[in-house]
Structure formats: structure tokens, C-alpha cells
């Protein structure tokens, strides 16, 4: 079983930052792509920023976070983080991360999601 624990949520003033931390843990074998997520109170959850593996890995913002918000990952640690500066009351919402996991004993990727962080943006 794999789980995917966030950290890093909280109260922030407009124009603040703060950084969000999903880690996996279980019995894993590979991760492939992992993202972030969000909800905001009435609307429906929407991909803020994806992150592939690899060598080479490429990144995928929503438009409304690009220049705003930067996507990273340690393999090692199987974590993502999401750098969110310039934070505007319309971030607020509900931070949930993903992950593609190829977990030890079965034989495909499943996609796993955390239990979510909630960030408040407000003065």
C-alpha cells in the first residue's frame, strides 16, 4: 500500500509564500508523473502543476500559477514540493498531490492522492 502524506499548508498574507511538501511512502517501486492539485470552496478540482520523472523532466502549469508557483522533485525522497510565491486570495483552496506508482507486486502504475492541505490566502 502507498501513501502520499502533504505538508506545508496554512494562513498567508497576500503577496506572501509558502511551500508545499507531498511525500510517498509504501511499498514502492517506481513513480512516474506527480502533480499537484487544487479545490476551492464550490468549484471543481483542477491540475495546478504536473512534473514528469526522468532525466529529463518536464513541468506543466495552469496558466493561472505560471510565474507564480514552481514545481520540483527529489527522487530520492519520493517528494514534491510546490514553491508558491506571490500568493493571491484566489489560491486559496484545498492542495492535494498525486502520484503515478508502480507499487511492489502489481503490474501497472495506479494513481495515488494525498489527503489534501488547505491554503488560506488572506490579510
Known amino acids: 500500500q502507498v501513501q502520499l502524506v502533504e505538508s506545508g499548508g496554512g494562513l498567508v498574507q497576500p503577496g506572501g509564500s509558502l511551500r508545499l511538501s507531498c511525500a510517498a511512502s509504501?511499498?514502492?517501486?517506481?513513480?512516474?508523473?506527480m502533480g499537484w492539485y487544487r479545490q476551492a470552496p464550490g468549484k471543481e478540482r483542477e491540475l495546478v502543476a504536473q512534473i514528469s520523472s526522468g532525466g529529463r523532466t518536464n513541468t506543466n502549469y495552469a496558466d493561472s500559477v505560471k510565474g507564480r508557483f514552481t514545481i520540483s522533485r527529489d527522487n530520492a525522497k519520493n517528494t514534491v514540493y510546490l514553491q508558491m510565491n506571490s500568493l493571491e486570495p484566489e489560491d486559496t483552496a484545498v492542495y492535494y498531490c498525486?502520484?503515478?506508482?508502480?507499487?511492489?507486486?502489481?503490474?501497472?502504475?495506479?494513481?495515488?492522492w494525498g489527503q489534501g492541505t488547505l491554503v488560506t490566502v488572506s490579510s
Open positions: 509504501g511499498r514502492i517501486f517506481s513513480i512516474n508523473t
Open positions: 498525486s502520484a503515478d506508482v508502480l507499487s511492489l507486486g502489481n503490474p501497472r502504475y495506479l494513481e495515488v
